[in-house]
């Protein structure tokens, strides 16, 4: 939670795989974001950077647009916002603090221990239904959050992270720091996802434009599978 506390905005350029309808495109994807449910992800074409897929959330709205297919898609801000892109049923929030290496938690029942074979602190924890397990490397203090994930009542895998090669991630003021994963790994076996995120360049706590997350599409456009 103190982690979390230090990330008010982010900027980064990624290489990920992103869905454009039932196509896997590997290129390059850039994000900004901040809590409280605001986001803008603009995919690239590998060919040449062209914007291929345009996704905002504003905080109580969010707008898809497929510029190849000319559709687009919209509703409430929800996990499935950012699933239309990534196929990986996020909240915008979850997926800002999971980018910056630090992770969502359950309310519930919490047991900590030792991973003796991995060497990692092992936190379980359970609200009745779900239950969320969180490995933690705390060597020399650094507390990187090397995998979290969610499985439902059902015992099923909801959503996973894997996390590799920390660093060291500085504010835009210089004030605060963040270790922050170079590679994740997200997986969601409901929306047959497995997505690799290769992080490029970050930028932590610098000033966003409210204007930065509103998207308005052309009037007239069909609703993308509709």
């Known amino acids: 939670a103190a982690e979390r506390a230090k990330a008010t905005t982010m900027r980064a350029e990624t290489v990920m795989d992103y869905w454009l309808g039932d196509d896997r495109i590997k290129g390059d994807v850039l994000i900004m974001g901040e809590p409280g449910a605001k986001v803008r992800m603009n995919a690239l074409s590998p060919a040449g950077g062209e914007m291929m897929v345009d996704l905002s959330c504003d905080g109580v709205k969010y707008v898809y647009e497929d510029k190849p297919k000319n559709c687009t898609m919209s509703g409430p801000c929800t996990e499935q916002s950012i699933a239309q892109l990534l196929r990986v049923p996020l909240t915008p929030d979850d997926f800002f603090y999971l980018g910056l290496g630090t992770t969502p938690v359950i309310e519930g029942k919490r047991v900590l221990s030792w991973d003796e074979k991995k060497g990692l ?19 020399d203090g650094k507390w990187d959050v090397v995998k979290s994930e969610l499985r439902g009542a059902d015992g099923k895998l909801v959503w996973a992270v894997d996390n590799y090669d920390f660093e060291q991630l500085a504010s835009d003021d210089g004030k605060v720091t963040l270790r922050v994963p170079t590679t994740s790994h997200f997986q969601s076996p409901n929306e047959k996802a497995d997505l690799r995120v290769d992080w490029q360049q970050r930028v932590l706590n610098a000033p966003i434009d409210p204007v930065s997350y509103q998207h308005t599409v052309a009037d007239g456009l069909p609703i993308c599978g509709g």
């Open 121 to 139: 602190e092992k936190l379980e924890i359970s609200d009745g239904a779900r239950t969320q397990l969180v490995l933690i490397d705390a060597r």
